[in-house]
């Protein structure tokens, strides 16, 4: 089993949050921009160029929220049961340095179909990749809020 190293990014303007959306693993399912760590790329890098290829958005990565991984055969049920790939993923508060007139980047996810501003308010009852932020994600906004805060470690959660 190899470990994955990837970072997402956290941006929020104006009581709205840059989401990625699209049909997989299920319709409509909403995830955060970001990818995989590339040899010789910070973490901090990672992300800025992630969100950029994915939204069309330039950030600059600020305070580390959050470390999560998820262990496959720890989550046979989890979306990425048979990936081989044991995920460790971290999530950064962002903010924006330029965004496009219309949202939408150079390299898109795969399964992604949509690129939107979500007002935080109608977060909740969303399906998320991954599932954890179903019910964490505003409560998780909030805490990047606060400028200076500590990121806090989850352990393994599908």
Not at 3 to 27: F, H, K, M, T, Y
Not at 53 to 66: N, P, Q, Y
Not at 97 to 126: C, M, R, S
Not at 131 to 139: D, G, N, Q
Request: net charge negative; hydrophobic share 40%; with cysteine.
């Amino acid at each position: 089993m190899k470990i994955r190293n990837s970072a997402n990014g956290l941006v929020v303007r104006d009581g709205r949050v840059l989401l990625l959306r699209g049909e997989w693993p299920q319709p409509d399912t909403y995830w955060l921009p970001g990818g995989g760590q590339e040899p010789g790329e910070s973490l901090a890098a990672c992300v800025e160029r992630e969100v950029l290829e994915e939204t069309g958005v330039r950030v600059r990565a600020r305070e580390m929220l959050l470390v999560r991984e998820t262990i496959p055969d720890n989550h046979p049920d989890g979306p990425f049961p048979r990936s081989g790939s044991h995920r460790v993923e971290m999530t950064f508060w962002c903010d924006i340095i330029a965004e496009p007139d219309v949202l939408g980047g150079a390299k898109p996810d795969g399964p992604q179909v949509d690129v939107a501003w979500v007002p935080v308010d109608k977060l909740t009852g969303l399906r998320f990749l991954p599932v954890w932020f179903e019910s964490r994600l505003p409560a998780l906004i909030a805490h990047g809020q606060k400028r200076g805060v500590v990121g806090v470690y989850v352990g393994d959660v599908a």
